[in-house]
């Protein structure tokens, strides 16, 4: 019965901070490429057939990560009149985050040259659906955020007193948990999803005469 005599809605607040790209400009080809297989991105688009991983060589690449941090402040309420049992409410949550983007070019192009160029056209592609994707998950958890608390503070009953801090401290721990289960489940998969469009045979096929064409 908790949830439903809750006195008002979370306050929620989120901030997200999205950096310009971070470049890597140190590493040769060769460096890049140690360790490096193209035989998933092969089976994923269906190309093994076509292209060996052997004859592939990767002339740049861009990751992204996400940094977070909660924090809320809980609340709590007599549930009878003899304030043996309370009922905790989760009244204020802030959520700070940050997505970094890291796009890396070998040294053997000139930066400003026509390869640089190129390869950092594709992969400023990925930081820009890396962005995009950031935004539009902010706007998604302002909406769903009020659910989620909503479930954690439904499934807690009113608790005595004695177990407050523990209970307290059970939510803020699942609190935690949704909101990375829901930027794993969420973002990052959309995220993933949406750079794989940019990373595509015909992207490829397309780059490959462009970067001989070059001459510096």
């Given at each position: 019965g908790?949830?439903d ?6 306050v929620?607040?989120i901030e ?15 460096e ?10 092969l089976?994923?688009?269906?190309m093994?057939?076509?292209?060996k991983s ?10 992204g ?16 009149r ?8 989760v009244t204020?949550?802030d959520?700070a985050?940050?997505?970094?983007t890291r ?5 053997e ?5 026509c ?6 056209a594709h992969e ?18 302002h ?13 807690q ?10 209970t ?17 489940m969420s973002m990052?998969?959309e995220?993933?999803?949406?750079n794989g469009?940019?990373?595509t ?10 970067m001989?064409?070059?001459?510096d």
């Amino acid at each position: 019965g908790c949830a439903d005599y809750k006195p008002a809605p979370t306050v929620i607040n989120i901030e997200l901070e999205l950096p310009d790209p971070v470049y890597d400009l140190s590493r040769t080809i060769k460096e890049i490429n140690k360790g490096q297989s193209s035989d998933d991105w092969l089976r994923k688009n269906g190309m093994q057939k076509i292209w060996k991983s052997s004859d592939m060589m990767m002339l740049g690449y861009a990751e992204g990560g996400m940094a977070m941090m909660t924090s809320g402040k809980f609340k709590t309420t007599n549930y009878d009149r003899y304030g043996v049992y309370y009922c905790p409410y989760v009244t204020h949550l802030d959520l700070a985050m940050m997505f970094r983007t890291r796009i890396v070019i070998p040294k053997e192009f000139k930066k400003g040259g026509c390869r640089f160029n190129a390869v950092h056209a594709h992969e400023y592609r990925h930081y820009k659906a890396n962005r995009d994707v950031a935004e539009e998950f902010v706007r998604r958890l302002h909406k769903d955020l009020p659910v989620i608390i909503r479930e954690i503070e439904t499934r807690q009953p009113y608790v005595e007193g004695k177990d407050m801090n523990q209970t307290v401290e059970a939510m803020k721990t699942a609190l935690r948990d949704a909101i990375e289960s829901y930027i794993m489940m969420s973002m990052m998969e959309e995220g993933e999803r949406r750079n794989g469009m940019i990373d595509t045979p015909e992207e490829y096929a397309a780059a490959g005469p462009i970067m001989k064409a070059c001459r510096d």
